[in-house]
């Protein structure tokens, strides 16, 4: 299957003009209050939902902004999130998910590196921190916007203008910015049948947070570019709603990373877990233990889909009804990429079945990013001749199934998201007290990875494990906190000092966390 990209494409107008014209009275969207019953806060149908956007996008434009501008979208999982961002790309303004949980230090780079001319912030987090000259919207007048006057058309945006720009961990203490084009969404109908097996009739619950690139995907933007109902649950999500909140929405397919699956199979009541009208499972984000796909159909006799992705490209390899799993492997390519996998070092020549190296993406993929915002220098790294390189490990085997081996790099994975060591160590070098730091992923459980953080003290410095994590909560977003803390004499390092971050894991058994 090749995915033909037209030379003008808008992104919102892809994701909704179809289904609001062929199906306005359908749900688009609901907002579920209650995981018990079900019982929603708030109903659109795609043709309120699309009219809504355009209003929002005609308010944007009346207000100042051009399109190319860029807005900043610090809001919580409501529905201003995805209307706020559709309403953005429809007025060709770029749109930048980011975290309401981020704090004042990280949202004010991410500012100031996208040269953002607006921010959108939830009522909750602070105004007095934005710059002169940046225009804030709050959440209720984002909200108002919903009845301005003026509709806006969908903007004429070329297939490779920008739509929205992402931030994800780089290879530095800061993030980088991922820039997506408005091609993407029709780079990702592979994504449709080769993972979600999705249809019209279809109503995705996602799990995860808007700013992240697999919810923003898989649970928004790809239901409705298929006139499929997406759901979102405003309460609280702790472990034990998930099944009654699946039985009462009639969600037919559930997005989540493999912890919340865990999590759903650990606080479950013993026996058989009823989910209603599920079809099956997705997972993402972070790789699975083994067991987990076994005991959830034993649990639900239902299957759970893998697949293996990033923000760059989001998913490209997964399993699907069609393509049933094989024990220790994401997946197959998704139908129409083309991925390979090239030798660790340098040449762009495939390794043959069997032989480990990276998993390369074809850099004619339509759903790979434009590049990175404002890093020539990172940018040229991701990228050999043809191919972009995410710096994922992989064996193919002879029927195309891929195993994910590890990493090339030190990206670590927290709660599903990508997080650089650097930018952790950064904000902890910071810390009274700490002489050196060094950050990596640590396995507590055979199935549970967590950020660890590998001290040295300053001599006579008084620092225990609580004020450092209390530290990192005051500078970092809560997923990019570490969950332990070791206490060491010094870093590991190589005879030309860089350190072995790959040595830091086994020094916990000689320096328990304290």
């Known amino acids: 299957m090749t995915v033909a990209i037209p030379a003008r494409l808008n992104l919102a107008e892809y994701c909704l003009a179809e289904a609001a014209a062929q199906t306005p009275g359908k749900d688009a969207l609901v907002v579920v209050r209650n995981a018990q019953t079900g019982e929603a806060s708030e109903r659109w149908t795609f043709a309120a939902f699309e009219d809504c956007v355009l209003r929002v996008a005609g308010g944007l434009l009346d207000a100042g902004f051009k399109p190319g501008d860029r807005l900043l979208i610090r809001l919580d999982n409501t529905s201003t ?114 993972w979600y097996a999705i249809t019209s009739d279809d109503r995705m619950l996602h799990a995860g947070a808007f700013n992240w690139t697999y919810t923003l995907g898989t649970g928004l933007i790809d239901p409705w570019a298929n006139g499929a109902t997406a759901l979102i649950f405003e309460g609280e999500k702790s472990p034990e709603i998930w099944p009654a909140l699946i039985r009462a929405t009639q969600a037919t397919l559930f997005a989540a990373v493999p912890s919340v699956i865990r ?6 009541p013993p026996g058989h877990i009823a989910l209603g009208s599920l079809r099956h499972a997705l997972i993402a984000g972070e790789k699975p233990p083994e067991d987990l796909f076994v005991t959830w159909h034993e649990r639900t006799g239902l299957e759970l889909y893998e697949a293996l992705g990033m923000s760059e490209i989001s998913t490209y390899i997964s399993t699907s009804p069609a393509v049933p799993r094989r024990p220790g492997t994401a997946g197959k390519p998704q139908a129409g990429r083309r991925v390979a996998i090239l030798p660790v070092e340098d040449g762009e020549t495939p390794l043959p079945a069997g032989e480990e190296g990276l998993i390369a993406v074809h850099r004619s993929d339509p759903g790979l990013m434009l590049g990175y915002w404002k890093r020539p220098g990172e940018e040229a790294e991701v990228f050999r001749g043809a191919w972009f390189l995410g710096g994922d490990l992989g064996i193919m085997d002879a029927d195309g199934y891929i195993a994910h081996t590890g990493r090339a790099n030190d990206i670590m994975k927290a709660l599903g998201y990508r997080v650089a060591p650097q930018e952790v160590e950064a904000a902890l070098a910071r810390c009274p007290g700490v002489a050196e730091v060094a950050c990596t992923e640590v396995q507590v459980r055979p199935d549970v990875s967590v950020i660890g953080a590998f001290i040295v003290k300053k001599p006579g410095a008084s620092l225990d494990a609580d004020s450092v994590k209390t530290f990192a909560g005051e500078h970092l977003a809560v997923y990019k906190c570490p969950r332990e803390v070791v206490f060491i004499d010094s870093l590991p390092r190589t005879p030309n000092g860089k350190v072995k971050r790959n040595a830091l894991a086994a020094l916990r058994a000689h320096a328990p966390p304290v």
């Open 81 to 194: 999130f995805p209307i706020l961002f559709l309403a953005a790309v429809a007025a060709g303004i770029v749109a930048i998910p980011a975290s309401s949980q981020l704090t004042a230090e990280e949202a004010s780079f991410l500012l100031a590196d996208s040269e953002a001319h607006g921010v959108a912030l939830a009522e909750h987090l602070p105004r007095g921190d934005i710059p002169a000259g940046i225009r804030v919207l709050t959440e209720n007048e984002v909200r108002d916007l919903i009845r301005h006057p003026r509709r806006a058309r969908y903007a004429s945006t070329a297939a490779n203008d920008p739509a929205y720009l992402l931030y994800t961990s780089g290879t530095t203490a800061r993030p980088k910015g991922v820039v997506h084009a408005h091609r993407v969404g029709l780079g990702r109908s592979p994504t449709y049948q080769s």
């Open 263 to 268: 999590q759903i199979l650990k606080y479950a």
